[in-house]
C-alpha cells in the first residue's frame, strides 16, 4: 500500500471503527451542549466563517477547544475537530448522522442519485456502482486518458503564447469523464461542456431563485437541455442488444438484489452525478499541483526522475512502480483539498467527548482543517516526504481524507488516481511549465480552490 490513498485497491467503506462513540448512551438530556456562541438573529456567525472557514475555525479552536457549537449557514452547528472526531462523523452515517444537501444542489441535481438516497438504497447502489470504479476496470482506462491526455497537452504546447490552465484542465478532464462514461461512444462533447458549465455555476449559487437571467435559473435550463440529451443517449443504448464495456453499459446491466434495472430517470441523474463529482475535482488536484510543482522546482526534478526509466505506452502496472507519482498526488491533495469539506446533519440527539449535540444541528466534515491540523508538522509546507512509506503522520485513521470516508467515501477515488497519475506522468516527462510572473495567485476558495488568475501558463515540450 502506497500511502492512504497511493495505487493499490483500498475498500470504500474502510474506516477504523475503534473511535465510534455509542450515540444512544450516555443519555444527552442533561449534558451541556458545546462551548461557543450562536452570534446574530438569523445570520448566525455565517459571514465570519464565509470570509475564511480556516481562521473562523482556528479561532475558536484556540478559544473553546476541539468541540465548538456555532450557527452558520442557517443551521445551528457543532465543529467537532480532529482525527477522532473525524472518524466518530464517519462512523455516524446512517446511524445518526445524514447527508446535507442546500434545497438549490437538491434540485439541480435530482432526488435519485446516489449522493442523494440514503440507508439501505444508498448502500445497494454503492454495491451496484462499485465494480465500475475497481481497479481491473482502470485497467482498460489507461489506454484512453493517455491518448485524450497527450492531444491536449500537445495542444497546450503548440499555442503561441502564455495561456489559462484552468479552463484547459476543465476541458481535458471532461472529455476523460465522457470517455469513462460514453466510451467510443461519439457525444455532443462543446453542447454538453456549455450546458455542464452553467449547470454546475448554478450548484453553488447562493441565491436559488428560478428566473432567467440568475445563474440559478441558467442553471436549471442548463439542466433541462442536459437531461433532454442525455436521455435520449440512454434511450438508444437501450435498443442495443449488447453494451460496450463502459459505465453507462455497466449501468444498464446492473440489476438490483430483486432483478430490476434502474430506471432511465435515475441513470441519467446518475450520469449528471458522475460528471459533476468527478469533474472539477479531478481539475483542481492536478492543476493546484501542477501549481506546486512550478514553485518547488526540487520537487519538480526529483517527480521528472521517478519517471525517466519509463518507456513506452503507460500501463497501470508502470504506475504503481513509481511510487513518488502517489506521494506527489497524495500531498498535493493534502495540501490544497479539492474539496474542503462536506456537511452532515444529526438524526438524533447524540453525545461526543461529553457534549450533547441536539438532533438537526449541522456537522461538517471539515477536510482543510484536518489536512492542516496538529497532526501534520509544518502543514503549510509542500512536503511530498510526508507520505513517504517510513513517514506516519498520513497513517493516522482520519487525519488524511481528501476523498472522505465511512459509507460514503468518493466511489471514484481510484479513477481519480489513475487519471490523475497518467496525467501527472505525461507531464513530468514531456512538458515543461512555468508560472507567468505577475499574476495573482490568491486563493479563491469557493467551489474549489483556485487562484484567481486560473494560473497564467508558459509550456513547452522538453527536448
Ligand atoms: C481528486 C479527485 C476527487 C476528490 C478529491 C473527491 C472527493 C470526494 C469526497 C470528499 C467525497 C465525499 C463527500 C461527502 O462525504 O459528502 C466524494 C464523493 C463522491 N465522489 Fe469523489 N472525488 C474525486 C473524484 C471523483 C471521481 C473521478 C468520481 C467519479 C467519476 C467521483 C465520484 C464521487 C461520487 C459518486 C461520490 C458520492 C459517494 C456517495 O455519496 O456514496 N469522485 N468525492
Known sequence: MIGPHGLCPQQPGDIDMTHQVDASSPSPENLPLPPGKSGLPLLGETLEYLRSSRAFI??????????????VLGSPTAFLLGPEAIQWIFAGEGKYLKNRWTPGIRQLLGAHCLSMIEGEEHLERRRLLAPHFSYATMRGFVPSIESLATRHFERWAALPGDFTLWPAMRELAFEIALALIFGQDTVDVPFLMRHFKAWTAGLFSPLTVNLPWTTFGRALAAKKAMVGYLDKVVAERQTRTEQPPDLLGSLLQSRDEGGAPLTRETIVEELQLLLFAGHDTTVTATANLMLLLAQHPDVLQRGREAVAGLNGPLTLDALRAMPYLAQLINEGMRRIPPIGGAFRVTTQDVVFKGFRIPKGWMVPVSIRAAHAGSNWPDPDRFDPDRFGSERTEQKKPGAFIPFGGGP?????QHFA?????????LLLKHYAWELVPGQDLEYLLVPFPQPKSGIQLRFRRLG
Open 408 to 412: 460514503r467515501i468518493c466511489l471514484g
Open 58 to 71: 482556528q479561532r475558536r479552536h484556540s478559544q473553546y477547544g476541539p468541540v465548538f457549537r456555532s450557527h
Open 417 to 425: 488516481m489513475v487519471e490523475m497519475s497518467v496525467m501527472l506522468t
